[in-house]
């Protein structure tokens, strides 16, 4: 099956539209004379030579620029072709509904729900106001019963609570029905808030403290937020001492800021002599923000320009290439939804 657009060929693939040949027209010339160049010599060079150009107009502040062949949803042939690029579509082909109740995938769905209320809650329809009240009720049924992520849905939550009640006005749809959402989310709010996590029976199974020294330290190193990691420390003298050992503050320099910050700050230290928690405040101090780590993440291939789940994959269009992607953080995802 194929369709066309703009000069550019779709083939569905997967119940997925990918670009079959030609580019996209965002890099000007060197697009179009590759284009060319890859028609004359066969359809292996046409994919490398857009791959290469792909890469030079992947520049995070471009890319934002570019349309994407994934959010776009080409139906039927012909004079009855249409091309509906809606939200609901887009949220619907990357299978939010699924993912966003999958561990992997919760937060990064969370934190899209998160800024599409805040930033565009004026600008999306009453179904994708409803499909993300809805992914909230579940999220928050998956969340208590798992008994996870429960502190940053209850601040999405509040987050989404406070921006439907002040921004009700400008939102689209009848009063009645941006009531029924708002009476959704105070729901939810008041589940999480009740919920209280199952005290863990005394059964002679293993606990965490059971474990060595170095498993635990190990395990602190995962996390990726400094205020987790003061949380354990809160909870005995034993985790204390862990949790303010030096190679998990180490780890979490290296993971948030670059090795040029870091080494702005210990550059003429002994490494011994190093106190990695000063390392971290001052690199933070100057950064201002920390990386977030998501279980999974949409990503652009750099081949086809199809955006998919990292960890989920697709079928590229191009077997001859190795596959190599650009993470979009819910916030360039939001971005590229052209809302
Ligand atoms: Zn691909």
Same mark, same amino acid.
């Given at each position: 099956m194929?369709?066309s657009?703009?000069?550019?060929?779709?083939? /569905? =693939?997967?119940?997925?539209? #990918?670009i079959?040949?030609?580019?996209?027209?965002?890099?000007?010339?060197?697009?179009?004379? !590759?284009?060319?160049?890859?028609s004359?010599?066969?359809?292996?060079?046409?994919?490398?030579?857009?791959?290469?150009s792909?890469?030079i107009?992947?520049?995070?502040?471009k890319m934002?620029?570019?349309?994407?062949?994934?959010?776009r949803?080409?139906?039927?042939?012909?004079?009855?072709?249409?091309?509906n690029?809606?939200v609901?579509?887009?949220?619907e082909?990357?299978q939010?509904?699924?993912?966003?109740?999958q561990?992997?995938?919760?937060?990064?769905?969370?934190?899209?729900?998160?800024?599409?209320i805040?930033?565009?809650?004026?600008?999306?329809?009453?179904t994708?106001q409803?499909?993300v009240?809805?992914?909230?009720?579940?999220?928050?049924?998956?969340?208590i019963?798992?008994?996870?992520f429960?502190p940053?849905? /209850? =601040?999405?939550l509040?987050d #989404?609570?406070?921006?439907?009640?002040?921004?009700?006005?400008?939102?689209i749809?009848?009063k !009645?029905?941006?009531?029924?959402?708002?009476?959704?989310?105070s729901?939810?709010?008041?589940?999480?808030?009740n919920?209280?996590?199952?005290?863990?029976?005394?059964d002679?199974t293993l606990?965490?403290?059971?474990l060595?020294k170095?498993c635990?330290?190990n395990?602190?190193?995962?996390?990726?937020?400094?205020r987790?990691i003061?949380?354990?420390?809160?909870?005995?003298?034993?985790?204390e001492?862990?949790?303010m050992d030096?190679?998990?503050?180490?780890s979490?320099c290296?993971?948030?800021f670059s090795?040029?910050?870091?080494?702005?700050?210990?550059g003429?230290?002994?490494?011994?002599?190093v106190?990695?928690v000063?390392?971290?405040?001052f690199?933070?101090?100057?950064?201002k923000?920390?990386?977030t780590?998501?279980?999974d993440?949409?990503?652009?291939?750099?081949?086809?320009?199809?955006v998919?789940?990292?960890?989920?994959?697709?079928?590229c269009?191009?077997?001859?290439?190795?596959?190599?992607?650009?993470a979009?953080s819910?916030?360039?995802?939001?971005?590229?939804?052209?809302l």
């Amino acid at each position: 099956m194929e369709a066309s657009s703009r000069g550019n060929v779709y083939v /569905k =693939q997967n119940g997925h539209w #990918v670009i079959a040949s030609g580019g996209y027209d965002a890099g000007g010339g060197v697009l179009d004379s !590759a284009r060319e160049r890859g028609s004359a010599i066969g359809t292996t060079e046409n994919y490398n030579e857009r791959m290469v150009s792909i890469q030079i107009v992947l520049d995070m502040n471009k890319m934002q620029l570019l349309p994407l062949p994934f959010l776009r949803n080409i139906q039927g042939t012909g004079q009855q072709r249409k091309t509906n690029e809606s939200v609901s579509s887009a949220l619907e082909k990357l299978q939010f509904e699924e993912y966003a109740n999958q561990y992997r995938q919760f937060m990064y769905c969370l934190e899209f729900y998160r800024s599409l209320i805040k930033h565009k809650s004026h600008r999306i329809s009453g179904t994708v106001q409803k499909h993300v009240c809805n992914m909230l009720e579940q999220m928050t049924s998956t969340a208590i019963s798992l008994e996870l992520f429960v502190p940053s849905l /209850k =601040q999405t939550l509040r987050d #989404v609570h406070d921006c439907l009640r002040d921004k009700e006005q400008e939102m689209i749809g009848s009063k !009645a029905m941006r009531r029924k959402h708002q009476d959704m989310v105070s729901n939810c709010l008041v589940r999480v808030s009740n919920f209280q996590y199952t005290q863990k029976e005394e059964d002679g199974t293993l606990s965490l403290m059971d474990l060595p020294k170095e498993c635990l330290i190990n395990i602190l190193k995962k996390l990726e937020k400094p205020r987790d990691i003061i949380n354990v420390a809160l909870t005995c003298s034993t985790l204390e001492v862990i949790a303010m050992d030096t190679e998990v503050w180490e780890s979490m320099c290296f993971h948030h800021f670059s090795d040029k910050e870091i080494c702005d700050y210990v550059g003429h230290m002994e490494l011994y002599s190093v106190n990695w928690v000063e390392v971290f405040k001052f690199c933070l101090k100057k950064s201002k923000v920390l990386k977030t780590c998501y279980g999974d993440e949409l990503v652009v291939c750099n081949n086809c320009r199809g955006v998919c789940w990292r960890r989920v994959g697709h079928d590229c269009i191009s077997n001859e290439v190795l596959p190599s992607f650009t993470a979009l953080s819910p916030a360039d995802f939001l971005n590229l939804l052209n809302l």
